[in-house]
């Protein structure tokens, strides 16, 4: 851990034509920090993800990064092969649908170990003994190492995802919706994984998603997007208890009711 911000996002904005995807969003993250990024659909939470992760450029504004030397350097003004190193090493993105984020015709094995290759581990003993650590750490049972996620529940795909996106030791994770396409019993068993992990690890992750009930378990912090802004912003508890925007009221007391 260190006393200086993992990220700076300043004054972040996506236009798409003359549509707002998000806009004028700063914030800062710190290491070891979970945000959750929450708003009705449409609201500009993906947009911002994919902005700051550089899956998409915005159309103003800056994102500087901690790196592990301990510059900041400008997301957007890197190379595309130093922001693909980032990607593979360390950041990672967890899709919603996990076919996104896993390749649905190898091996499990071979999905997480892709990710240790790619940052040159090039001992199979050691790619395949990490494999099984992680497939466990995920509780997948590690005779299933052989199998194909196609072949796996989408919780167990889910949880492939994150063990393929963990075993390079990323400092920060972005995840949006994780959670989204599961059972609510499936949703409960993810969430605390997620949580474990993340404390465990000291992972910092910027999550999206619209289920205040998962924003309250996995952060620390909350940004409210309505129309592509940020509405409001402060501690999970804070937001969640005590919310001071209208708009904010009304998405915390429509979960209240239901
Ligand atoms: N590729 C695109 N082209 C044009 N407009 C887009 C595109 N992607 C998103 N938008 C628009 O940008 C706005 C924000 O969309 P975004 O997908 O970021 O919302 P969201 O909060 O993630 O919604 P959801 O909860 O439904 O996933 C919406 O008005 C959407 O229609
Ligand atoms: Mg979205």
Redesign the pocket.
């Known amino acids: 851990m260190t006393d200086a911000p993992l990220l700076k996002a300043n004054d972040v904005s ?1 236009f ?2 003359n ?4 806009r004028n969003v700063s914030f800062e993250l710190w290491p070891g920090e979970v945000l959750a ?1 929450v ?12 902005c700051i992760s550089t899956r998409l450029m915005p159309t103003t504004g800056s994102v500087e990064y901690h790196m592990r030397d301990g510059a900041y350097r400008d997301l957007y003004r890197m190379s595309e092969a130093e922001r693909r190193f980032l990607m593979r090493t360390d950041w990672g993105f967890v899709h919603q649908n996990p076919a996104d984020g896993l390749r649905m015709m190898v091996s499990a094995g071979a999905n997480v170990g892709e990710r240790l290759m790619a940052i040159g581990d090039r001992h199979y003993g050691n790619i395949r003994s990490t494999a099984v650590d992680w497939l466990q750490r995920v509780e997948i049972d590690a005779g299933r190492i052989d199998d194909q996620p196609r072949a796996f529940s989408g919780g167990m795909r889910q949880r492939l995802q994150i063990a393929r996106n963990l075993v390079t030791g990323p400092r920060l994770v972005f995840m ?2 994780p959670t989204g396409g599961l059972d609510v019993s499936v949703q409960a068993r993810l969430l605390d994984l997620v949580r474990g992990l993340v404390n465990d690890l000291g992972l910092a992750a910027i999550i ?1 998603t ?1 289920d205040l009930a998962v924003a309250r378990l996995l952060s620390h912090r909350i940004m409210v ?1 309505k ?2 802004h940020v509405i409001e912003h402060g501690l999970t508890n804070r937001v969640l208890d005590d919310p001071r925007e209208p708009y904010t009221q009304l998405l915390v007391s429509s979960i209240l009711q239901v």
Do not use: A, F, W
């Open positions: 996506k798409y034509g549509r707002i995807g998000c990024i708003g009705e659909s449409g609201s500009g939470k993906t947009t911002l993800l994919n949006d919706e999206v619209h997007m129309d592509g």
